[in-house]
């Protein structure tokens, strides 16, 4: 059993449109369980999971929760499913299998810190996630889930869906409270952070999808039950968007802890007419190329963390032999150029820079001092960057001069 | 076609509400797009400079301020659909319709755009017409949808 069914639990067993469907399979339990706690402990319980970010960052979520409950005032709650890093459609399944998870997380985290209004940040592509999104919250407001006393008690909380516009960047918590308050997604200076200072200068507590759709899990079995699932320093399932040359494509959930070579050989069958892997990326454009001989990493937060990169949103984009490791570069490389916001020059310039510099090594024209320029300008892009896009970027190009540096160097001209 | 009215009408008079009004509206529109006069009156609205308007339209690809075909066709390209041939899909598209990245056929039924990932990499290659998304493509496949487009528009 490779596969542990968690939050994929209820995917093709209920209709997402019907709340009850959701209900009679232990909906909304982990809502009643937590407004029978105090929030303070609700928090606690969460610490005690050691669950981390689902977005691709891994921050501990218990921080950000804890930091936005002691705030004082009106405060927001957004649900970022803005997923537009290539090769992930997880928090798209959720939505569209699961919407009600989502939610109950959403009103749980709510009473736990006290904000009474919460958005969700849909990216714009996503139509039918839109849709079913827009039903689920008129569904709850109808069986006092959502809205004034909730079930009867003193805690009102509203949701409002939010629609993107094809901006990449708006996945980043800044650009998109930014895209929020109606405004182009350009990121914001940090600190102060989001928790302190979000939409409308208040508090915000920004958390994706997946991350969301686990907290009832977490108030159902208990935090310390919890932290038993997966890996010490990365608890719970993680789910696995599964693409490329793979026989079977598709999303798994999966422990933390589980080998990356497994999900591609057990889950996914192994590569397409048994060809070889040239290179597998992780977790998405900004995320790590790496070699076949790396496959028997685990997913693992700390693992990851090697990278310096958003590789934790769990995307496994397998590539074959038939591929040039500088056709991948290239369109990741394009891809930043467009997505880029514009505001700071190391992202706007630099990206223009790294694709002229690709372009030399494509057409057999880049001499060692571009070499050299390529590695320097992947370093400062990455550390001089204002948002999480520019800071992550790189991390393909880095990790391939690491570990494909035969390719750069087949095509440099002496 | 909906008049601007009449989304407007729907919305509180808060920036906020500003890209929701602009994709309800461009969407309900032939031609896909926000002209001068409706960023006018969008301002006026909404109580902002038409520049803001303008500064949000120009910033989010989804938006537009040139008129777009009554079919929009974005073909992904990002590497899940690279390594599953998705140059064949564009090239089989701009052979059909005889144009290129961004261009719009002389009829006005389709525009073309090269776009990023729409989220459906377990099926691709994969391409979104207007707001429906059309899975594991193929030359052939995509023939027959372009040749059903050009009926439906009849």
Redesign the interface.
């Known amino acids: 059993m490779i596969q542990m069914k968690m939050i994929t639990n209820r995917f093709g067993k209920i209709n997402p449109l019907s709340i009850d469907s959701y209900i009679n399979l232990d909906g909304y339990k982990g809502l009643k369980k937590a407004l029978s706690i105090h929030p303070t402990k609700i928090i606690d319980e969460i610490e005690k999971s050691k669950i981390r970010g689902r977005g691709g960052a891994g921050f501990p979520t218990h921080i950000k929760v804890r930091a936005l409950s002691k705030q004082l005032g009106g405060k927001f709650i957004v649900c970022n499913a803005d997923?537009?890093?290539?090769?992930?459609?997880k928090d798209?399944s959720i939505l569209e299998n699961d919407p009600h998870a989502v939610v109950e997380g959403m009103i749980i985290l709510a009473y736990a810190t006290g904000a009474s209004k919460g958005y969700i940040y849909i990216?714009?592509?996503?139509?039918?996630a839109i849709k079913i999104m827009k039903a689920t919250i008129k569904a709850a407001e109808e069986k006092k889930l959502l809205g004034d006393k909730i079930l009867n008690k003193s805690f009102s909380f509203k949701i409002e869906i939010?629609?993107?516009?094809?901006?990449?960047v708006c996945g980043e918590e800044f650009s998109l409270i930014e895209?929020?308050?109606?405004?182009?997604?350009?990121s914001r200076t940090k600190p102060p952070f989001p928790t302190e200072k979000g939409i409308h200068d208040l508090p915000t507590l920004i958390n994706n999808v997946e991350t969301f759709a686990n907290f009832p899990h977490i108030i159902l079995m208990g935090g310390e039950e919890f932290a038993k699932i997966g890996t010490p320093s990365s608890t719970g399932t993680k789910l696995i968007?599964?693409?490329?040359?793979v026989k079977n494509?598709?999303?798994y959930e999966v422990p933390f802890g589980t080998s990356i070579r497994d999900v591609i050989f057990k889950l996914g069958k192994g590569v397409k007419n048994n060809r070889k892997i040239k290179m597998v990326?992780l977790g998405g454009?900004s995320g790590p190329l790496i070699p076949e001989y790396m496959l028997d990493m685990s997913i693992d937060f700390d693992r990851f963390e090697n990278f310096d990169s958003k590789t934790g949103t769990g995307?496994i984009?397998?590539?074959?032999d038939r591929?040039d490791l500088f056709?991948?570069l290239l369109?990741?490389m394009k891809?930043f150029v467009?997505?880029s916001?514009g505001k700071c020059a190391p992202c706007r310039e630099g990206h223009v820079q790294i694709v002229n510099l690709l372009n030399k090594f494509i057409n057999h024209r880049a001499t060692e001092k571009d070499l050299m320029s390529i590695e320097n300008l992947a370093n400062v892009i990455q550390q001089t960057s204002l948002c999480g896009l520019g800071q992550t970027s790189m991390t393909s190009i880095i990790s391939s001069l690491r570990y494909f540096r035969d390719d750069y160097l087949s095509k440099v001209r002496y | 076609m909906i008049l601007l009215k009449e989304v407007l009408s729907k919305y509180p008079k808060e920036q906020e509400y500003l890209i929701e009004i602009l994709l309800e509206y461009q969407t309900s529109k032939k031609n896909h797009y926000i002209s001068a006069e409706d960023v006018a009156s969008i301002a006026k609205y909404l109580d902002i400079p038409e520049s803001q308007v303008c500064s949000v339209i120009s910033f989010y690809t989804m938006l537009s301020m040139k008129p777009k075909g009554k079919f929009v066709i974005q073909v992904c390209h990002d590497v899940p659909c690279f390594v599953n041939d998705s140059t064949s899909i564009y090239d089989k598209l701009a052979e059909l319709l005889g144009i290129q990245d961004g261009e719009t056929t002389k009829d006005g039924l389709f525009t073309l755009e090269i776009t990023e990932c729409i989220g459906r990499c377990n099926e691709s290659p994969v391409m979104r017409v207007n707001d429906s998304v059309y899975v594991s493509l193929t030359p052939a496949k995509v023939e027959k949808i372009i040749q059903k487009l050009r009926g439906d528009a009849k």
């Open positions: 997923e537009g890093e290539p090769g992930n459609f798209r990216r714009g592509e996503y139509q039918n939010r629609s993107g516009a094809g901006s990449y895209s929020i308050e109606g405004k182009p997604g350009r968007s599964l693409s490329g040359n494509k598709g999303l990326q454009a995307a984009i397998v590539i074959d591929f056709d991948v369109i990741n891809f467009h997505q916001c």
